[in-house]
C-alpha cells in the first residue's frame, strides 16, 4: 500500500538529484546544438570525401541504440587511456547521439531558405561566415524551433538511461532508496510525476510555439 509518510521522506533525495538529470540535459543538448551544426555543415561541404564520411559516421551514430554508445564511450574507452567520470560520459553520448538527429533538423531549416537569400548575400558580398550567421541561419533555426524543443524533451526523458554507466541521477537514486528500505513503489512513482510535471508544460508550450511557427511561415 502507499505511504504518504515514507513518500515525502525520499522526497527530498530525489528531488535534489533531478538536478543531476537537468544538468545532464542542459549541457548534453547544448553539445547536441553545436555539434548537429557541425555535422549538417560538413555534410553540406563541396569535398566529396569529407560529406561523405560526415554522413557516414551521422548514420552510423543515429542508428545505433544510445545505451550501447554509453557503454562504449564508459567502459571501452578507458581500454584506450580516456577514463571519463559518468557525468562526463553520460553527457558526450547524449549530444553525440542527438546531435545527428539535430543535424538532420538543421538541414531542413537550412533547405526551407530560397535560393534568393543566397544570391543576396553573393549581392551583398559576404564572406562565408557573414553568410550563414547574418542571413541564412536566422532564417533556418525559427522554423524548426519547435523539433528542436521537442528533442530537448526526449533528451530529458532518456537520461535515466545514465544510470547505466552509474550516474547517481533521479532514476538511480530511486532505485537505491528502494533497494536499502525494499519499497519501491513510492520512489518510482515519485520519478515519474517528477519527469511527467517537468515534461508535460514544456509540451504543451512547444505546442503553441508551433502553432505560432506554422502562423508565421
Do not use: C
Amino acid at each position: 500500500m502507499w505511504d504518504w509518510n515514507y513518500a515525502f521522506e525520499v522526497l527530498p533525495d530525489i528531488a535534489s538529484a533531478l538536478w543531476v538529470t537537468i544538468s545532464a540535459t542542459l549541457v548534453g543538448f547544448v553539445l547536441a546544438l553545436v555539434v548537429g551544426l557541425i555535422w549538417t555543415l560538413l555534410i553540406r561541404s563541396n569535398n566529396k570525401i569529407i560529406s561523405n564520411v560526415a554522413d557516414g559516421i551521422v548514420k552510423f551514430i543515429r542508428n545505433t541504440p544510445l545505451l550501447v554508445q554509453l557503454y562504449f564511450i564508459f567502459y571501452v574507452f578507458p581500454q584506450f587511456g580516456l577514463s571519463l567520470e559518468p557525468f562526463t560520459a553520460g553527457v558526450i553520448g547524449l549530444g553525440l547521439h542527438y546531435s545527428t538527429y539535430l543535424s538532420e533538423v538543421y538541414r531542413s531549416g537550412i533547405e526551407s531558405v530560397g535560393p534568393g537569400q543566397w544570391e543576396v548575400a553573393t549581392a551583398l558580398n559576404f564572406d562565408t561566415r557573414k553568410t550563414w550567421t547574418r542571413i541564412i541561419l536566422p532564417q533556418a533555426i525559427p522554423p524548426v524551433l519547435p523539433v528542436i524543443g521537442n528533442y530537448f524533451i526526449t533528451m530529458f526523458k532518456e537520461t535515466p538511461l545514465l544510470s547505466a554507466i552509474t550516474l547517481v541521477e533521479i532514476l538511480q537514486t530511486a532505485q537505491n532508496i528502494g533497494a536499502s528500505t525494499f519499497r519501491y513503489t513510492e520512489p518510482l512513482t515519485i520519478v515519474g510525476v517528477l519527469f511527467l510535471l517537468l515534461s508535460y508544460p514544456a509540451s504543451v508550450a512547444l505546442r503553441q510555439l508551433e502553432i505560432r511557427v506554422t502562423e508565421r511561415y
